[in-house]
């Protein structure tokens, strides 16, 4: 299919300079593995220190004294089994990250089963390995992904694909959604679903006897960030924030609820060996059955669209559009990988993004004075009325502080994993190459050394002021880091900031009485271990 001139926005088309640059990209972070990963001679300060070569086992002993895995502290795997399967540690990890760090310091390993897991809870020590990562870091425990792939025939996408297939998708998508510029293109489309959250709210409110509560706002943030991601992803509206939500839009919401939901289930299903499968049937069953329904909705959503666009062409008329459009269009990734990363960036959407909004507005709700902070900024910069759009964002540092500080306390994603490429030598210890690490957000987010006062809600911590103590480090990364970083932060972000920002200027946010102190449990994302109910009243403008 010709790619219609007429088509390319502005910001595509410097497509073919820029890949060029993208691969000279790889090429340089081909060379920066093959010399700086085996030398760690930068500080995660920046600065210069002086090089080491990597440091072999056979070094162990000499005058580098590097010590072994052996060495490295850490709990047996009995206590955790027991903490796991008999406690319940599975809805507690990011707590055990904490206690475990405070025990064995902030380098540790941990046994499960066969598997060895390292985990560095230090900020300079998680900076160190992200900036030796290779040109293709390989995420953990991912094999389960790609295998029910392989037996539909289904492509990987981003979160699943690793080495050279990872590599050719995330090139062609970093070009188009990375920077904050790229995805501002969306603020209209975003805005009229904030439209609709906002409409949500006042039905949702008036149902109830003081006309002011939302109950779970979590349900109201998910139907949101599912509409916002999929306004962007498949060009269309899906009716989530409506009164009656439609069948495929529910089946599609039944099958994202079972894959989370389930999450100890579909967790299970990589645990579980294969040869378990015909003992132990169901964790891998659901685990199939859930995907099945989220491919199901990607592939009508695509093929719907790339109808329209196909009948537009025949009519000889201008093809407009998105994202979607692009792929569709231009054809730098085939068919199947255009459903299997629609699929995977739907998934990683929706509830990081709604538990963000669901934490950041109780936050507020338990802040009124910070709430008032920010609702005075949100009046200097926009009034009563005008409505925020990408480019106000940059006058709304306090909004954007917000999400920062929501996302340092409550990251939705408390660890991250790797795989390591090389041999490395982290915090004095030898790490060889494939060891599993687990790289621990929470406890550097939680780390007194690394924010002062941690446990308190201050989003002004993250604006930048002249004389104070700007943070501007490695102990938040809640989208990670890097080239293998989240592919949708300046999405999630958009919405977050629009959302926020909209519903601080219209409501003031309060908290239910019968509400209490809501923790967080890992339930394979950080979220609220209870419903958060939230009062909505109009501000009086
Ligand atoms: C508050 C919202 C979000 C948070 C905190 C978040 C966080 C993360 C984190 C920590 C990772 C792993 C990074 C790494 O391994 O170094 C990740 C990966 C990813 N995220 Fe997000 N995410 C969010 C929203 C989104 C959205 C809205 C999308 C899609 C539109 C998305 C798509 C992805 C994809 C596709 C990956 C895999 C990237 C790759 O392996 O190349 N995320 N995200």
């Known amino acids: 299919m010709a790619f219609p001139r007429h088509f390319m926005p502005t910001y595509w088309k410097n497509l073919k300079g820029n890949r060029l640059i993208n691969q000279l990209f790889f090429i340089s972070r081909t060379l920066h593995k093959s010399t700086a990963s085996k030398a760690f001679g930068i500080s995660a300060a920046g600065k210069e220190t002086i090089p080491e070569r990597l440091i072999t086992p056979a070094d162990v002993g000499e005058k580098t004294r590097v010590k072994t895995l052996k ?10 089994l027991i903490e796991f399967f008999w406690k319940d540690g599975f809805d507690r990890i990011h707590e055990i990250q904490l206690d475990h760090g405070k025990k064995y310091g902030k380098i540790f390993k941990s046994r499960f089963g066969p598997q060895l897991v390292v985990s560095i809870a230090d900020r300079d020590l998680v900076a160190e390995v ?11 425990n991912m094999e389960y992904w790609k295998e029910y792939r392989d037996m539909r025939g289904r ?8 080495g050279e297939d990872w590599l050719q998708m995330r090139s ?24 609709d959250l906002v409409k949500r709210v006042c039905i949702l409110r008036s149902q109830e006897a003081d006309g002011a509560t939302v109950l779970n706002v979590n349900d109201l943030f998910f139907k949101y960030a599912m509409e916002g991601v999929a306004a962007i992803l498949f060009e269309c509206r899906l009716g ?15 099958a994202l609820h079972l894959m989370f939901s389930s999450f100890k ?40 669209r790339f109808a329209e666009i196909k009948a537009q062409l025949e009519r000889g008329e201008k093809v407009e559009g998105g994202l979607l459009t692009h792929l569709l269009v231009t054809r730098e990734m085939n068919m199947e990988e255009i459903y299997a990363n629609a699929t995977e960036m739907l998934l990683a959407g929706v509830d990081t993004t709604s538990f963000t909004l669901s934490w950041a507005t109780y936050l507020l709700a338990r802040h009124p004075h910070i709430q008032q902070q920010i609702f005075t900024e949100v009046m200097q910069a926009l009034g009563p009325t005008r409505i925020a759009t990408a480019d106000d964002i940059p006058q709304l540092p306090l909004i954007r502080g917000l999400v920062k500080e929501t996302l340092r306390l409550f990251p939705v994603l408390p660890g991250n994993g790797r795989i390591t490429q090389d041999d490395l030598v982290v915090g004095g210890y030898f790490i060889p190459k494939g060891t599993q690490l687990a790289l621990c957000h929470y ?17 002004d911590r993250w604006v930048r002021k002249d004389n104070a103590d700007r943070v501007d480090n490695f102990g938040s990364i809640p989208f990670g880091y890097g080239i293998r970083s989240c592919i949708g932060r300046r999405i999630a972000e958009l919405e977050m900031h629009l959302a926020l920002a909209r519903l601080i200027q219209r409501f003031h946010i309060g908290i239910m009485p019968i509400t209490d102190d809501v923790k967080a449990k890992t339930h394979g994302l950080l979220c609220p271990a209870a419903p958060i109910h939230l009062q909505f009243t109009d501000r009086e403008n």
């Open 172 to 195: 062609v998508l970093r070009q188009l959604i990375m920077r904050p510029r790229d995805v501002a293109m969306f603020s209209d489309d975003v805005n009229q679903v904030v439209d």
């Open 265 to 304: 289930t579909t967790m299970y299903a990589g645990a579980i060996p294969k040869w378990l499968r015909s003992i132990i049937p169901k964790p891998w069953e659901e685990f199939c059955f859930s995907w099945d329904g989220l491919f199901k909705f990607s592939v009508v959503h695509i093929d719907k």
């Open 240 to 254: 989530c924030l409506e009164n009656e939500v439609p069948e495929d839009t529910q089946n599609y919401i039944n």
């Open 71 to 80: 060495e490295m502290p850490g709990p047996s795997t009995l206590s955790n």
């Open 130 to 140: 992200l900036r030796a990562e290779g040109a293709a870091p390989q995420r953990a």
């Open 443 to 459: 406890s550097t987010s939680m780390d007194g050394e690394n924010f002062v006062d941690a446990s308190d809600f201050r989003p």
């Open 155 to 162: 492509s990987t996408g981003l979160i699943s694909a690793e």
